[in-house]
């Protein structure tokens, strides 16, 4: 990242943006980021972000001493200080120590940052990526999984088994061999004309762009199901796309190495990704 | 922690020391440490320490650039200019980005630290202390489970659920419902006058202290058995205990809020402890 970096109220630059070495968040994985997508100056769906961070930082008794409005003036400063305004964004929170130990905290004392950098405009027409599901029980617990936490590796670490395995992007299974979601996205696919994902009982991130492509299913009457699903079911779809809010959504031509379907982004992805297109615009007031 | 922490080669104030806000620790929980007891001015296990630390940075591709004299030295450095013979000691690696992204990563950038805080020897006779087992699937897959990663939030939210719980410590489970480990240490215990602990396969960190013991064990003919253990068994054995580098062997009285044998630290633990404290007396050349 060139450019400046908020940092607990300060832009700095990014290569010199550092955080305390007894920071929960480096010691332990204890914190939460969001990330997200501008268009024209415009964060997408950032309420939504916002609104999902506090959540998770409530239930896993995170006193990040700042509110909605401080998180997304920190944001607006971030884009504001790079001249950027179609932009990658990443939010993290985490809470400082005195010393190591697993119960140990500062109280007051927070690292609040936000990082951008630019992104060219969505592509029109996505090419399809290539997915592999890895072995059982990669997915973290149920109970940790549907938070965006700091301790992420076992994301990192399927992304890296997939490549290994030659494929752009890892499908991580719970401990009852169910599909839970992609590294970095939520998975839909469509089988016998109906539109599917994962629910969120199977033990995955409850994803902004996969609730809001849900909805907009829903408007067009789709009448999408969440509900376990095993990877041989996923074998066999006719059309399969991952959904994250950098890239929206992403067509998947291959799973395993076999095609899905004709190996060409199908019909239910490109009206979807037409109907998430227009929302952004909406919302960017375009 | 007062005094100087060891970071990339300096000895630094501790409440100045910093990590890069791009350090894949901090954004994705990607890193390794150790934690370790000086006694005496010497590290006790210290090459078992760091060829875990080092083998685990082999399987999760982390370079981290440096090797065991390297680390060592870091070590013995920050306990000399704190001047303490007596000390907890976390040594910390993980690798620099220059961008967030699940993929990104700086070749040729770590960070390595080390921390060093007093610590009192060891009591004679321990106190016993509560655990409390938890619901299921609670503990990280076990392909990540068996390394000390910096991806660390299962087991601090274990602790704060037992301690919601009234309880000292948690005891983890799989997802097939066996005893895996505590937050931050292994679980013994003794059931029809045998030695048990959950086997590696269980998915556990396979603890320093937990292969001495067993060492231990074995050379006195105690016969230890490493295998699955269900809650059911272990509330009601006769004897249980915790093992970390820190505290060593620490008695468990009571599982669950029952009392475990007669409610006293048994004579297990206090055999192996006892030899446990000749073999940290022998390295330490005492």
């Known amino acids: 990242v060139k450019g400046l970096v908020y940092l607990n109220g300060d832009l700095v630059p990014a290569d010199r943006a550092c955080v305390p070495l007894l920071d929960r968040g480096y010691l332990y994985g204890e914190g939460l980021f969001e990330t997200m997508r501008a268009y024209g100056g415009r964060i997408f769906a950032l309420h939504r972000h916002l609104a999902r961070l506090l959540s998770s930082a409530a239930e896993l008794d995170l006193a990040i001493g700042v509110g909605e409005d401080e998180?997304?003036?920190?944001?607006?400063l971030t884009l504001e200080a790079n001249g950027l305004a179609d932009a990658y964004l990443?939010?993290?929170?985490?809470?400082?120590?005195?010393?190591?130990?697993?119960?140990?905290?500062?109280?007051?004392?927070?690292?609040?940052?936000?990082?951008?950098?630019?992104?060219?405009?969505?592509?029109?027409?996505?090419?399809?990526?290539s997915v592999a599901t890895l072995g059982a029980a990669t997915a973290p617990p149920a109970a940790l999984a549907r938070h965006k936490t700091l301790s992420f590796l076992a994301y990192v670490r399927a992304r890296a088994g997939a490549r290994a395995h030659g494929a752009d992007e890892a499908l991580l299974l719970n401990s009852a061999g169910e599909i839970t979601e992609a590294s970095t996205a939520n998975v839909f696919f469509v089988t016998d004309e109906r539109l599917v994902t994962p629910s969120l009982q199977c033990g995955l991130l409850p994803g902004i762009t996969r609730a809001i492509v849900l909805e907009l299913a829903r408007l067009r009457s789709l009448d999408p199901v969440e509900?376990?699903?095993r990877p041989s079911e996923l074998q066999a779809c006719s059309e399969c796309f991952l959904t994250n809010s950098i890239v929206g959504l992403e067509p998947v031509t291959r799973i395993d190495g076999g095609a899905v379907g004709d190996g060409k982004p199908g019909r239910v992805w490109s009206a979807l990704s037409e109907a998430y297109s227009r929302a952004i615009a909406a919302a960017s007031g375009g």
């Open 71 to 76: 998180l997304a003036q920190a944001l607006a």
């Open 90 to 129: 990443r939010l993290t929170v985490s809470q400082q120590c005195d010393a190591p130990g697993v119960e140990s905290r500062a109280p007051g004392r927070f690292t609040v940052s936000a990082i951008a950098r630019p992104l060219p405009a969505p592509a029109a027409d996505l090419a399809g990526i």
């Open 227 to 229: 509900r376990a699903v």
